[in-house]
């Protein structure tokens, strides 16, 4: 019952989201359009932005299931095409006061995708986890600073165009980075 609960304040969160910025939804909002009390959503969240981060991860884990080299544009493309789905929404949360919160969930997020990627990528090589950190904290930014770019000019590019680009960009980064560090 606590993951129904959670999901259907994050239903009602993402509602909210559609009308209002982040930054002016009130916990009231949240429990009136579905309907609990305030008392329900403390017992789950300390705050909005505690909901809102459970919200990214439940949609972050869906879509980035499988981390590997193989598909990684997949994965990246799917992220892509659910901010661009949920374009009110994003808009919403990234012109708030609170870009910053949204910019580190989605900075872990993708970090996290990416170091799984650059480990085992790494196999069988001995590279310090310092290297693999930092390869994986590179892209991250970069992929990061692209997203925000293109929420910044209204998502009008097609993801699956961005995503092609930067294919071309990384394909063999991983392996030749992580060779050059290989002790």
């Known amino acids: 019952m606590t993951t129904d609960t959670k999901n259907v304040l994050r239903d009602s969160l993402c509602a ?5 910025t982040i930054d002016k939804i009130t916990i009231k909002d949240v429990v009136s359009e579905c309907n609990l009390t305030r008392q329900t959503f403390y017992n789950h969240f300390a705050d909005i932005y505690d909901l809102v981060e459970y919200s ?7 879509v980035l299931k499988t981390a590997d080299y193989e598909n990684w544009q997949a994965g990246f493309y799917q992220v892509m095409v659910l901010i661009q789905k949920n ?9 708030s006061v609170y870009r910053d919160v949204m910019h580190k969930y989605i900075y872990e997020v993708i970090y ?3 170091i799984e990627i650059v480990e085992s990528q790494a196999k069988g090589m001995h590279v310090d986890q310092s290297h693999k950190n930092f390869i994986a904290h590179f892209y991250s930014l970069a992929f990061i600073s692209i997203i925000f770019e293109w929420v910044r000019n209204d998502m009008k590019e097609d993801p699956k165009d961005i995503v092609d680009q930067i294919s071309v960009l990384v394909q063999g980064d ?3 980075a992580l060779r050059k560090y290989a002790q």
């Open 16 to 20: 909210a989201l559609h009308h209002k």
């Open 56 to 62: 990214a991860s439940q949609v972050a884990d869906k």
């Open 87 to 95: 374009q009110r929404l994003t808009k919403n949360v990234y012109l």
């Open 112 to 114: 996290n995708y990416i």
């Open 174 to 176: 991983f392996q030749k």
